[in-house]
T-cell receptor
Framework: DGGITQSPKYLFRKEGQNVTLSCEQNLNHDAMYWYRQDPGQGLRLIYYSQIVNDFQKGDIAEGYSVSREKKESFPLTVTSAQKNPTAFYLC???????????????FGPGTRLTVT | AQSVTQLDSQVPVFEEAPVELRCNYSSSVSVYLFWYVQYPNQGLQLLLKYLSGSTLVKGINGFEAEFNKSQTSFHLRKPSVHISDTAEYFCAVSSPDSWGKLQFGAGTQVVVTP
């Protein structure tokens, strides 16, 4: 089955530690995205990548970093500089970034990160 | 810049009753419009989309939505809901030049009771 996997489902970290969230897709999609979800705020875009070895900041990139070394993988690192990292993180992909297909995104199951 | 407003944060509805979820958007350019559904502790799933053409679009699970350009709205409807429709619903907008950057509304929680 084609899809997006995110691991782990739940992640606990101490304040001051960096943590990396995994996202893998086998849909052969060019574009990938990371969103943060907080209650009552919808989804906010952290980073996106339209092609391998290229990525751009979204609306709330401060305190986060990404890499896109392989088409199928787009890991997100939450650094100690992120002031409020506790949230639900969702990874998504689309066939391409441009045009209407960019909005047709396939989402992973999410990782719930708790930092104490 | 684009923005999306979902007018109801929560909509309670009885099983087999109709439901309408309201979505308004603002944009200075032509838009693509989407509705996504999120079941508890899961990712989002695309329900339906408006790209161009017919203003009434049908999606999965019996949902439909109507694009109204003059009112800048894209309301979602279902004539008869099931308990399994209990979920959060998100309206989202993008444009031809936004390169996949979706702007999401804050979401509407639908609670279906027997």
């Amino acid at each position: 089955d084609g899809g997006i996997t995110q691991s782990p489902k739940y992640l606990f970290r101490k304040e001051g530690q960096n943590v990396t969230l995994s996202c893998e897709q086998n849909l052969n999609h060019d574009a990938m995205y990371w969103y943060r979800q907080d209650p009552g705020q919808g989804l906010r875009l952290i980073y996106y990548s339209q092609i391998v070895n290229d990525f751009q900041k979204g609306d709330i990139a401060e305190g986060y970093s990404v890499s896109r070394e392989k088409k199928e993988s787009f890991p997100l690192t939450v650094t100690s500089a992120q002031k409020n990292p506790t949230a639900f993180y969702l990874c998504a992909s689309s066939r391409t970034g441009g045009g209407p297909s960019g909005g047709e995104q396939y989402f992973g199951p999410g990782t719930r990160l708790t930092v104490t | 810049a684009q923005s999306v407003t979902q007018l109801d944060s929560q909509v309670p509805v009885f099983e087999e009753a109709p439901v309408e979820l309201r979505c308004n958007y603002s944009s200075s350019v032509s838009v693509y419009l989407f509705w996504y559904v999120q079941y508890p502790n899961q990712g989002l799933q695309l329900l339906l989309k408006y790209l161009s053409g017919s203003t009434l679009v049908k999606g999965i699970n019996g949902f439909e939505a109507e694009f109204n350009k003059s009112q800048t709205s894209f309301h979602l409807r279902k004539p008869s809901v099931h308990i399994s429709d209990t979920a959060e619903y998100f309206c989202a907008v993008s444009s031809p030049d936004s390169w996949g950057k979706l702007q999401f509304g804050a979401g509407t929680q639908v609670v279906v009771t027997p």
